[in-house]
C-alpha cells in the first residue's frame, strides 16, 4: 500500500494544480463591468415594520456601516438593506427622508430601528409600526 503514495501525491498534486488553473480560467473570462446584472425596480407601495428608538448613543460607538454615531445622528438600523440605502419612514402624518447607517438590531423582536434623533422627529415613542420604503430621485 505504501508503494502507492508517492503516485498518490503526485496524482493528487496533479488534480489541484488543474483546478486551480481552471478555477483562473473562469475568473479571466468573466466580464470586468457589472453590465450583465441588472437590478429590479424598487417596490413603489409602502412597506410596514416594527420599530422604535435604538436609544442614546454611548461614547464612540461605530456602527456595521463604518460611521460614529452621535447625538445628533439621523439614520436606521436594517439587518438586511445595505448600507447607504435611501428610505423614506412614514408614521402618522409625519415623513422623513433618512439612510440606512447600520445592521446590527439592538433590542430583539424589531424590524428596523431608528437613532434617537429622528424617532423624535417622528414622534415615535417604545416600539410601533410604521410605514417605509425606499426614496427614489424626483425626476
Given amino acids: 500500500m505504501t508503494e502507492f503514495l508517492p ?3 503526485v496524482l493528487l498534486a496533479a488534480v ?6 481552471s478555477a483562473l480560467a473562469l475568473v479571466e473570462r468573466l466580464p470586468e463591468d457589472d453590465s450583465t ?4 425596480p ?3 407601495g409602502w412597506n410596514t415594520a416594527f420599530a422604535g428608538s435604538r436609544g442614546a448613543v454611548g461614547d464612540a ?3 456595521t ?3 460614529v454615531l452621535a447625538a445628533e445622528s439621523v439614520g436606521v438600523t ?6 447607504g440605502a435611501k428610505l423614506v419612514l412614514r408614521y402618522g402624518d409625519r415623513q422623513v427622508l433618512t439612510e440606512v447607517i447600520d445592521n446590527a438590531l439592538v433590542e430583539p423582536g ?5 437613532t434617537d434623533t429622528l424617532a423624535g422627529m417622528l414622534g415615535v415613542e417604545d416600539t410601533v409600526e410604521l410605514e417605509w420604503r425606499f426614496a427614489v430621485e424626483a425626476g
Fill in 7 to 9: 503516485q498518490r501525491l
Fill in 37 to 40: 446584472f441588472t437590478s429590479a
Fill in 78 to 83: 436594517h439587518p438586511v438593506l445595505p448600507c
Fill in 42 to 44: 424598487a417596490p413603489a
Fill in 65 to 67: 456601516c463604518g460611521q
Fill in 110 to 114: 424589531r424590524q428596523l430601528e431608528v
Fill in 61 to 63: 460607538q461605530r456602527t
Fill in 16 to 21: 489541484a494544480l488543474l483546478a486551480a488553473v
